[in-house]
Structure formats: structure tokens, C-alpha cells
């Protein structure tokens, strides 16, 4: 109990991690665990709207670039964000 007032102090710790990762998983399953990758239908509405955006001279390398963008995406927004502005 804290000093301020008659409720017990709780006490939160929150691992997050970049990517899955076997050890950490098995080492972590008995607590709830929230799997925060994107839905592939969200991503690829995200990735054919930036692929849309390109320039026109591009327009017959579009269905190539989002066929190779959601297949490397591992379902991050993150990652086709980044490749994008490359």
C-alpha cells in the first residue's frame, strides 16, 4: 500500500518487441500477450493506395511494386512506409 490513500499500489510491466520471437514467446506465454501486426486487408488497401501515388510514368509497374511491397510487408505499415520513401 502507498501512503496516499487505502487501495494496494499495482504494479504494471509491459514487454514490447519488434518481432516475434520464439524464446521470448515460450518464455512469456502464460501471460496475455496482444499481437499489434496489421490486417492484411488494411495493408493492402495501404499499400495500393501508396503504390497509387506514384509517379505516372510508373502506372504499368504498380500491380508489380504492391505484389512485391505486401509480400516482403511481413504485415508492418512501418516497413512499406520506409521502403516507400525510399
Do not use: Y
Amino acid at each position: 500500500m502507498n501512503g496516499h490513500s487505502s487501495r494496494p499500489s499495482l504494479e504494471l510491466k509491459i514487454l514490447l518487441t519488434s518481432r516475434p520471437d520464439p524464446d521470448i514467446s515460450t518464455q512469456l506465454k502464460r501471460f496475455p500477450c496482444f499481437d499489434l501486426r496489421a490486417h492484411e486487408e488494411d495493408l493492402e488497401i495501404f499499400v495500393n493506395k501508396m503504390v497509387s501515388d506514384l509517379p505516372r510514368q510508373f502506372d504499368r509497374l504498380q500491380d508489380k511494386a504492391a505484389e512485391l511491397l505486401l509480400a516482403g510487408a511481413g504485415r508492418s505499415f512501418l516497413w512499406v512506409s520506409i521502403i516507400m520513401k525510399e
